[in-house]
């Protein structure tokens, strides 16, 4: 079965700093991850994919993913953080890849932190 | 172009009675996703419609919990008799189709609360 995982719960970052969010995946197959963020009381927003290609993905609002197959991990990544970056993040693959269906597994998110 | 459009956004209803969420896919999409997020966790994947037909239901629990998305009008989620472990936040998704490069839409969500 496929999976994600999110190892940190928080993540804490200076403004101006680079951060990174962690995820690592388990699936048969090619893998097609997803990144996405979530503001409070608010749904959920695509910043990023990786389907094939490049492993360097680069996503919303200056965010960027590495895809690393033989590590199996897609770490989010922004080279200067925002206090307006402070969400929750949440990192998911496809339960299906080149299948008929599209849901998604997700992990269980990051909590991301950015103090001025 | 409105984005997915959910309501309502926040829903009480107590033990016993019955909760309807609705979900309005963004403008020319057929496939919509309800997924469902547990306080302290991500979100875990419920059903998968096209207009008409459910495609996937395997993340929903087998009682209780229905889900349509009709010809015209938008998908409902609907929870009968709920109790409180049905609290949560219920969002749903919609995409152009299924091909790797369609990504997901989420809508704000409807928070239920069952007192």
């Known amino acids: 079965a496929q999976s994600v995982a999110q190892p940190e719960d928080q993540v804490n970052v200076a403004e101006g700093n680079p951060l990174t969010v962690k995820c690592t995946y388990s699936?048969?197959?090619?893998?097609?991850l997803f990144w996405y963020v979530q503001y409070p009381n608010r749904g959920l927003q695509f910043l990023l994919k990786y389907i094939t290609g490049d492993n360097l993905v680069k996503g919303s609002y200056g965010f960027e993913a590495e895809f690393n197959k033989s590590q199996t991990s897609f770490h989010l990544k922004k080279p200067s953080a925002l206090v307006s970056d402070s969400a929750l993040y949440f990192c998911a693959v496809r339960d299906t890849p080149g299948g008929s269906q599209g849901n998604l597994i997700f992990g269980k998110g990051t909590k991301l932190s950015v103090k001025p | 172009n409105a984005g997915v459009m959910q309501n309502p956004r926040h829903l009480v209803r107590r033990r016993g009675q019955e909760a309807r969420l609705r979900c309005s896919p963004m403008?020319?999409?057929?496939?919509v996703y309800w997924y469902r997020q547990l306080p302290e966790e991500g979100l875990k994947f419920m059903v998968y419609l096209q207009k008409e037909n459910i495609i996937d239901e395997s993340g929903m629990p087998k009682e209780r919990f229905s889900a349509e998305f009709p010809k015209e009008g938008p998908s409902i989620l609907r929870i009968q008799q709920v109790v409180r472990g049905d609290s949560a936040a219920y969002f749903c998704?919609?995409?152009?189709?299924?091909?790797?490069?369609?990504?997901?839409?989420f809508g704000p969500g409807t928070r239920l609360t069952v007192t």
């Open positions: 998704a919609s995409s152009l189709g299924t091909a790797s490069s369609y990504e997901q839409y």
């Open positions: 403008k020319g999409h057929s496939h």
């Open positions: 699936v048969s197959g090619n893998p097609y």
